[in-house]
C-alpha cells in the first residue's frame, strides 16, 4: 500500500504541467540611441564590410560606417560605447540545433538553454527536431514575451529513422512576420542514417558494412517533399552520405520542376558529395547546411577510404562551384560544440580540440578548408538565409535588427590554429543587452546578468528522498531474511509487488508516449524494486538449496541496485545512476539464471518450471548483450526482450499468489 502511493506521488508529480519559466523581453525605447565606436567592424555587407562604427536605434541598426560619420548622429542623450579597438559583428546564427528541443532531456529549461546560445553569441537559430510537444512548449514560452533568441522551427515529418509521423505539420502553417520571433519554418524530413541507422554511401567504410540505409525509394521521397513544397513549407532534408545527397537533390529537382526554389528548400549534413552532385546545389538553389566542427577527435565511425576523401566534407568546391548561393552553417548540438569559434576553426583549419587533445585533420580535408571571411559569412548570412531571416539580421545594415556580438580578439588577423581561443564579451539582440561578460563594464554600462530561470525542482523535500532511499535499500534484504519465518506473507508479498512491477515494466516500455524523458529513470526502476521484492517472495516457495538461495540474494540486491540508480540519478542527481543501473540489471540477471538452473532440478514451483531461467536469459541477458553488439540501433527488439521481463515475472508472480493460496 505504501509503496503504492508512493508511485501514485511521483506519478502525479512528474505529470504535473510545467508552466513556461522565463522574464519577459523588455520593451526598448524606440528613440534611444546608442553608439559602438572605435572598433573593427564586420557588417558582413558586400563593399563595406569593415567600418569603425555602428549606430543602433531602439531594436534596430541605424547606420554603420566610419567613426566620424556615425559620432556625428550623436546628440546628449546618446550612450556612447568605447570599443577600443576590439571587433564588433554580427550574432552568429545557428541555422540547426537541437539546444532548445532537446533542453529538457539535459535537465534545462528553454530559459536556461537561451542563456547558453546568447553566451555563446548566437542570436538567431533553427530548430530541426519539432515535434506536437516541444511546439506547443515553445510557443507558450513564445507567447509569454520570454523568448529571447530568434527561433525558426522545422516539424518533424519522419523519426531519424525514416518512419512517417503522418502530417500533424498541415495544421501549422508556416510563418513569415519581418521581425518574429518565433517562426515556423518548414518540415524536417530524413533520408539516411547517421541518427539510426548507416549514412548511405557509394562505397563500403568497411569490407562487409554495406552501403548504409536510405529510407525511401525516390519516388517516395519525391512524393514526401512534393507534398511539403505545395503545402508552402520549406523543406530541411537530413542527407549526411553521397547517395542520400544525390536522391535529396533529384526530389527537390522533381518538386521545383523548373521553378526557382523560392521556398529554399536546404539540405542538412551533406557530409559526403559525389563531385558530379555539386553544381546541382547552386543550379536548383539548394542551400547546404554545413558542421565548422570536424569530429577529428571523437570519429562517428571509420574514416572514408583515401580514394574519395575529396567527397568527404567539400566545402571549399561548395563555394567555389556555387558562388552565388548561401551556405550555411549548423552546431547541430548536442552532437557538436555549441561555442561557435571550435566551428570556425573547424571551418578554417578542419582541426579538432577535445580538452587538451588538438587532432590534426586528414590531407584531403585541409584541401577543402576556407578563409575565415569565408566561414564568418557562412556563420551569419549564410546561415540567416536558410531561415528565411537575410532581411532581418545576419548583416550589419540599415534597418536590420541590432543583433550582434563584441569579441575578445579580431578573427581575421588570428593564427589559424588559435582561431577557437577567441571570446563573446558582449551579445546585443534587438537592441537588447543580453549577455555580458564579467570584467568588461566599459561595454554594458549599467547592466547585470541575469540569473536564467532553472526549471522547477518538482523532487521532494530531502527528508522524503531519504527516506525512500532506505526504504529501497532495506526493504528487500530484510524481507529475504524474514522468508523463513514468516513464508505466507512474504510469499504473498512477493507475488502482489511482481505482479504490478511486471505490468508496470510492460507499460513503461512505450512510456515515452505518455510521459517526458525526465521520467524514466524513476519509472523503470521503481518496477525493479517490486522485482526484487518479488525474487525475495520466491525464495519463501523455493528450498533453500544452496545454488537458488545464492540465485535469490543475487536477484534481489541486482533488482534493488537498480531501483537505487533510479532513485540517485532522478532525486539526488548523481552520474554514478547509470553504472549501478548496469551493474543492477546483469546480477538480477544472473541471479534469475542460477535460480532457474536450481528450479529446474527442485521443481519448487508448481508450474512452468523453466520460466525463471527463459526470463533470466530472454529478458535479461539477450537485451545486455544485443545492447553490447547492436549499439542504439537496436531499441525496438531490445524493447520486445525487456517485455519478456515484465511479462515473465507477472506470470511468475502469478504462481507465487496462487501458491500463497494453495
Ligand atoms: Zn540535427
Not at 122 to 143: M, P, S
Not at 594 to 606: E, H, Y
Amino acid at each position: 500500500m505504501k509503496r503504492a502511493l508512493i508511485l501514485l506521488l511521483i506519478l502525479l508529480t512528474t505529470a504535473c504541467a510545467r508552466s513556461p519559466q522565463g522574464v519577459p523581453l523588455e520593451p526598448v525605447d524606440p528613440f534611444a540611441r546608442t553608439i559602438y565606436h572605435n572598433g573593427s567592424v564586420l557588417t558582413m555587407e558586400a563593399g563595406r564590410s569593415v567600418v569603425e562604427a555602428i549606430a543602433v536605434r531602439g531594436e534596430k541598426i541605424e547606420a554603420a560606417g566610419t567613426d566620424a560619420e556615425i559620432l556625428a548622429l550623436a546628440d546628449e542623450s546618446t550612450t556612447l560605447i568605447d570599443l577600443a579597438g576590439r571587433t564588433l559583428m554580427p550574432g552568429f546564427v545557428d541555422a540547426h540545433t537541437h539546444l532548445l528541443n532537446d533542453a529538457r532531456s539535459r535537465n534545462m529549461s528553454l530559459d536556461q538553454a537561451q542563456a547558453q546560445a546568447l553566451r555563446n553569441g548566437i542570436t538567431t537559430l533553427g530548430t530541426l527536431y519539432v515535434d506536437e510537444r516541444f511546439l506547443g512548449e515553445i510557443r507558450d514560452f513564445a507567447d509569454a514575451g520570454f523568448l529571447r533568441v530568434r527561433t525558426g522551427l522545422y516539424l518533424v515529418a519522419t523519426d531519424p529513422c525514416g518512419n512517417t509521423l503522418g502530417n500533424w505539420w498541415r495544421e501549422h502553417p508556416p510563418t513569415n512576420t519581418p521581425g518574429e520571433m518565433l517562426r515556423i519554418n518548414g518540415v524536417k524530413i530524413f533520408t539516411d542514417g547517421g541518427s539510426c541507422g548507416r549514412v548511405a554511401l557509394s562505397f563500403e567504410l568497411e569490407p562487409g558494412w554495406g552501403l548504409g540505409d536510405l529510407w525511401f525509394t525516390q519516388e517516395e521521397l519525391n512524393a514526401l517533399v512534393a507534398e511539403v513544397d505545395a503545402a508552402g513549407y520549406q523543406a530541411a532534408v537530413h542527407a549526411i552520405g553521397d547517395r542520400a545527397v544525390h536522391q535529396a537533390l533529384n526530389a527537390i529537382e522533381a518538386a521545383l520542376d523548373g521553378r526557382p526554389n523560392d521556398l529554399r528548400h536546404r539540405m542538412e549534413h551533406v557530409s559526403v558529395i559525389a563531385p558530379d552532385d555539386l553544381p546541382r546545389f547552386g543550379e536548383l538553389g539548394v542551400i547546404p547546411v554545413l558542421i565548422g566542427e570536424y569530429p577529428g577527435c571523437t570519429p562517428y565511425g571509420p574514416p572514408i577510404p583515401e580514394e574519395f576523401g575529396s567527397w568527404e566534407w567539400p566545402w571549399r568546391g561548395l563555394r567555389e562551384t556555387n558562388p552565388g548561393l548561401s551556405l550555411a552553417w549548423h552546431s547541430d548540438v548536442p552532437f557538436q560544440s555549441l561555442n561557435p569559434f571550435d566551428h570556425l576553426l573547424g571551418f578554417v583549419t578542419r582541426i579538432d580540440l577535445a580538452g587538451r587533445a588538438v587532432c590534426p585533420p586528414f590531407t584531403w580535408l585541409e584541401e577543402n578548408t576556407l578563409s575565415v571571411e569565408q566561414a564568418l559569412a557562412i556563420m551569419t548570412i549564410g546561415s540567416a538565409s536558410a531561415l528565411n531571416r537575410e532581411t532581418e539580421v545576419g548583416s550589419l545594415a540599415p534597418g536590420k535588427y541590432a543583433d550582434f556580438i563584441v569579441l575578445a580578439n579580431d578573427p581575421l588577423a588570428a593564427e589559424p590554429a588559435r582561431l577557437a581561443e577567441n571570446q563573446v564579451l558582449l551579445t546585443v539582440a534587438g537592441g537588447r543587452v543580453e549577455y555580458c561578460s564579467n570584467g568588461h563594464p566599459d561595454l554594458c554600462p549599467g547592466f547585470a546578468n541575469r540569473a536564467p530561470a532553472l526549471l522547477p525542482d518538482l523532487r521532494p523535500p530531502l527528508f522524503v528522498r531519504w527516506l525512500v532511499l532506505a526504504l529501497l535499500v532495506f526493504v528487500p534484504p530484510a524481507a529475504m531474511l524474514a522468508r523463513r519465518r514468516h513464508p505466507q506473507p512474504i510469499r504473498l508479498l512477493g507475488g502482489l509487488t511482481g505482479l504490478v512491477g511486471g505490468l508496470a515494466w510492460v507499460f513503461n516500455l512505450n512510456q515515452q508516449a505518455w510521459l517526458d524523458d525526465s521520467a524514466f529513470f524513476i519509472l523503470i526502476l521503481l518496477p525493479a524494486f517490486f522485482f526484487s521484492l518479488a525474487a525475495a517472495g520466491l525464495a519463501a516457495v523455493s528450498p533453500p538449496g544452496r545454488l537458488s538461495g545464492f540465485g535469490l540474494w543475487l536477484s534481489v540486491l541486482g533488482a534493488g541496485a537498480m531501483s537505487v540508480a533510479g532513485v540517485l540519478s532522478d532525486w539526488f542527481r548523481i552520474d554514478a545512476g547509470w553504472f549501478l543501473l548496469m551493474i543492477g540489471i546483469l546480477s538480477h540477471t544472473i541471479g534469475l539464471l542460477l535460480f532457474g538452473i536450481a528450479n529446474l532440478r527442485t521443481r519448487a514451483l508448481p508450474r512452468w518450471n523453466g520460466l525463471p531461467l527463459l526470463i533470466g536469459l530472454f529478458g535479461g541477458l539477450v537485451p545486455i548483450v544485443a545492447g553490447i553488439l547492436l549499439g542504439e540501433n537496436a531499441d525496438w527488439p531490445l524493447m520486445m526482450l525487456f517485455g519478456v521481463l515484465g511479462g515473465g515475472w507477472g506470470l511468475l508472480a502469478w504462481q507465487l499468489l496462487s501458491r500463497s493460496k494453495g
